[in-house]
C-alpha cells in the first residue's frame, strides 16, 4: 500500500490513471476505491476533490459516455417511485434519493418505465419511450432539413417543349388578376382571351392568381351572400382552368385565392391543379422552359415588395436584384397595372412583365383616383434557334407575329390556325 501522506501530486494522479479501467463515472465509488488503494490518511473528501481536477486536468482519461444514471432506471418496475428511488440510491449514493425520484418521474413520463403497481391493479404502458434531448434535436433537425428542402424544391422546374418542331417559336401568354365572381370582371373578354390562347398552335399560358374575388376574409358573411358567392366563383374558377387543358403550365396562386386556406385547411387551387396534373405554388415559381437545348428561366408571383407606382416595372427589377432566380422573364400580378419593359442585367436583356386585370372596375380604386383597369393578357416569343425573347403588351399583337414567324395563318377571331 502507498503512504498517501508522502505522495505527490503526479503520484496521486499515476494512482489515478494505473486505476481507470476501475472508473464508472462516479466520482464517490471511484475516490472509495483510491483511498482503499492508498491510505486511509487521505480522506474520501480530498480525493474526490482530486478526481475532479484531474478530470479537468485531463479529461481525456475520462470517459463520460460509459455511465447513465437513466440506464440504471428499470424498464418495468412494480412498486413505488419512493420504493425505486432507495434502491437506486443503495446501488450508486453518487446522487440523492430525490434525485434519483426526479429521474425516474421522467422516465415514466418519456415512456420508459413500462409498468406501474397501483392498489388494485397494473399498467403497462404501451407508449414509446421517447428519445434523449440528442436524439430528439437529430430527428427534428432532420424533419426541418427535409420541410426546407420540400418547399425550396417546389419553387423551381424545369418544362422540356416536346411534341413540337424544331423550328418553331414558342409563345407564352401571362394572365392574372381575373377576379372572376365580381361583378366587374369582364368575363367576355377573359373568355375570348383564353379561346384564342387554347386554339392556336404552339401557344401556352402561365397564370399568375387571384382567379376569383373570394371576399371571405373580412366579411364572410355577406360574401356567402353575394350575388355571385365563393362556392360559385370556384365552379366558375375551375371551369376557367379547363378552358386549356394542354397548354396551361403552371399556376401561381393569389392572395385571394389563398383566403379560404388561411381560413380552414383547405386549398381548393391547389387542389384543381393536383387534379390535373398542373405545376402549382402558393407563391413563388421559377421555371426553365427549355426550347430545343435553349433554357428561358422564368420567374413568376402574384405579389411582391417593392411596387412603384411610378415605375410598375421597378418591382420586378428589384426582384431579380433581391432574389435568388437569374431570370430572363419576371411576372408579378396584384397591381392590376399592365406593363411590359425591357431591362439589362449583366449585358443581358431582360423582361418584366405585370399582366393587366380583368376586373376593370374596382370601387376601392376608383376611390383612391386610380384609373380603370384594361384587361390585357401579355405575351412572349421564344426562339428556337438563339436565345432570344420578343415580348407584347397584347396578346393578338404577340399571335400575330408568332404566325408570321412559323409560317401560320392567323385568325383574328380565332387565333393561330
Known amino acids: 500500500m502507498v503512504c498517501a501522506i508522502n505522495m505527490k501530486t503526479a503520484d496521486r494522479l499515476q494512482l489515478v490513471k494505473d486505476n481507470l479501467t476501475e472508473w464508472k463515472g462516479v466520482v464517490k465509488q ?18 474526490c476533490q482530486f478526481i475532479q481536477r484531474a478530470k479537468t486536468k485531463h479529461p481525456e482519461w475520462f470517459n463520460y459516455d460509459t455511465f447513465n444514471y437513466y440506464d440504471m432506471i428499470p424498464k418495468e418496475w412494480d ?14 449514493p453518487s446522487i440523492s434519493v430525490n434525485a434519483w425520484t426526479h429521474k425516474i418521474r421522467l422516465q415514466r413520463q418519456r415512456g ?17 419511450a421517447s428519445s434523449s434531448g440528442k436524439d430528439l434535436w437529430a430527428n427534428i433537425e432532420e424533419v426541418c432539413k427535409k420541410a426546407i428542402e420540400g418547399v425550396e424544391h417546389a419553387r423551381w422546374a424545369d418544362i422540356h417543349m416536346r411534341n413540337i418542331d424544331n423550328d418553331k417559336y414558342i409563345g407564352i401568354a401571362f394572365q392574372s388578376d381575373q377576379h372572376i365572381g365580381n361583378p366587374f370582371c369582364d368575363l367576355e373578354k377573359l373568355r375570348l382571351d383564353t379561346e384564342m390562347i387554347n386554339n392556336s398552335e404552339n401557344v401556352f399560358v ?5 382567379y376569383i374575388d373570394n371576399f371571405v376574409i373580412d366579411k364572410p358573411k355577406p360574401a356567402m351572400k353575394a350575388p355571385i358567392p365563393p362556392s360559385v366563383q370556384w365552379k366558375l374558377c375551375e371551369h376557367y382552368i379547363d378552358m386549356t387543358p394542354e397548354c396551361l403550365m403552371a399556376i401561381v396562386a393569389g392572395n385571394h385565392d389563398l383566403w379560404t386556406a388561411s381560413m380552414t385547411d383547405y386549398d381548393p387551387l391547389k387542389r384543381l391543379a393536383e387534379e390535373r396534373g398542373i405545376l402549382y405554388h402558393a407563391h413563388e415559381l421559377n421555371l426553365r422552359v427549355w426550347v430545343n437545348d435553349i433554357p428561358y428561366c422564368i420567374s413568376v408571383r402574384h405579389k411582391r415588395r417593392g411596387n412603384s407606382q411610378l415605375d410598375p416595372s421597378r418591382v420586378i427589377k428589384k426582384m431579380w436584384d433581391d432574389g435568388e432566380a437569374d431570370f430572363d422573364i419576371g411576372v408579378v400580378g396584384h397591381h392590376h397595372t399592365p406593363s411590359v419593359v425591357p431591362f439589362t442585367k449583366h449585358g443581358i436583356e431582360r423582361w418584366a412583365i405585370r399582366p393587366g386585370a380583368y376586373k376593370i372596375v374596382d370601387s376601392f380604386s376608383e376611390m383612391c383616383g ?5 384587361p390585357t ?18 396578346l393578338r399583337h404577340g399571335l400575330r407575329t408568332l404566325a408570321a414567324l412559323n409560317g401560320d395563318e392567323y385568325n383574328e377571331n380565332l387565333g393561330i390556325q
Not at 471511484?30 to 480525493?47: P, V
Not at 402561365?206 to 387571384?210: L, M, P, T
Not at 412572349?380 to 420578343?390: A, C, F, G, R, S
Open 370 to 374: 386610380f384609373s380603370r383597369e384594361r
Open 79 to 92: 412498486g413505488t417511485d419512493a420504493e425505486l428511488a432507495r434502491r437506486l440510491w443503495r446501488q450508486n
Open 206 to 210: 402561365i397564370h399568375a392568381g387571384d
Open 112 to 128: 420508459a418505465i413500462t409498468r406501474s403497481h397501483k392498489p388494485h391493479f397494473v399498467v403497462e404502458s404501451l407508449k414509446k
Open 377 to 394: 393578357s401579355p405575351m412572349v416569343i421564344l426562339n428556337p434557334h438563339t436565345k432570344e425573347i420578343q415580348a407584347f403588351t397584347d
Open 30 to 47: 471511484f475516490a472509495e476505491l483510491l483511498k482503499e488503494k492508498a491510505d486511509a490518511d487521505f480522506t474520501l473528501e480530498s480525493w
